[in-house]
């Protein structure tokens, strides 16, 4: 099975720059994945990791460490749209089909205020 | 606009009733995902099709059932609803399974189940 955490709710200023962890455990890791939803909107895409180390997109990078398996999210320059869930989800690939499944964490709120 | 389309967007409807939600995905992809969404829950994964088959399965109940037709499409069919199926029902499709390269998925608007 698969086990993913990262933090309930976070709170960050205009401007700063938060960091969201992600821990997850799972026998078939093929890939860590971010997306951002908005209350009561579908999830976004926003970055993929597969190798280990930093991948940058603007003022959203994404980190992974394969190996103790975890990955964080970083914000930069924060603004106020950026107040949303921002979900960790790890792929999944069951050795003996090939198939593979998307399953998420439970995602982190992040509140931005002025 | 992610090119996938969920019908209805709301639904209202009462214990032990049950309903259909519908799901086209974009075009050329073949692969179907189903999650529910809680009040402040994450993303439960329900099921996957891939080009009309049955492909993974997560944490779906016996009183819920899916398919994927010939034309792509699929249904999320529950049943015998309880108070505690109100949810967000998500329909995300790829064009491979989990989204191929790069895993991306693209999710629909989502169908919001009441259920009074």
């Known amino acids: 099975g698969q086990n993913i955490d990262q933090p309930t709710e976070m709170t960050a200023t205009e401007g700063a720059i938060v960091q969201i962890n992600c821990t997850y455990q799972?026998?078939?890791?093929?890939?860590l994945f971010w997306y951002q939803q908005h209350a009561g909107e579908a999830p976004t895409f926003l970055s993929y990791n597969v190798l280990d180390g930093l991948e940058e997109k603007g003022r959203f990078s994404s980190f992974l460490s394969r190996s103790k398996g975890y990955s964080y999210l970083l914000l930069k320059e924060l603004q106020m749209k950026d107040s949303a869930s921002y979900l960790c989800a790890v792929r999944d690939i069951r050795r003996t089909t090939g198939f593979q499944k998307l399953v998420f964490g439970t995602g982190t709120r992040l509140l931005v205020s002025p | 606009d992610s090119g996938v389309t969920q019908t209805p967007k709301h639904l209202i409807t009462a214990t032990g009733q049950r309903v259909t939600l519908r799901c086209s995905p974009r075009?050329?992809?073949?692969?179907v995902y189903w999650y529910q969404q809680s009040l402040d829950q994450g993303l439960q994964f329900l099921i996957q099709?891939?080009?009309?088959?049955?492909?993974a399965k997560g944490n779906i109940l016996e009183r819920f059932s899916a398919q994927q037709f010939p034309d792509l499409h699929s249904e999320l069919n529950l049943s015998s609803l309880e108070l505690g199926d109100s949810a967000l029902y998500f329909c995300a499709s790829s064009p491979r399974g989990a989204g191929g390269n790069t895993g991306e998925l693209f999710f629909g608007e989502g169908s919001r189940l009441t259920v009074l």
């Open positions: 099709y891939y080009n009309g088959e049955e492909r």
């Open positions: 075009s050329g992809d073949l692969s």
């Open positions: 799972t026998s078939g890791f093929n890939g």
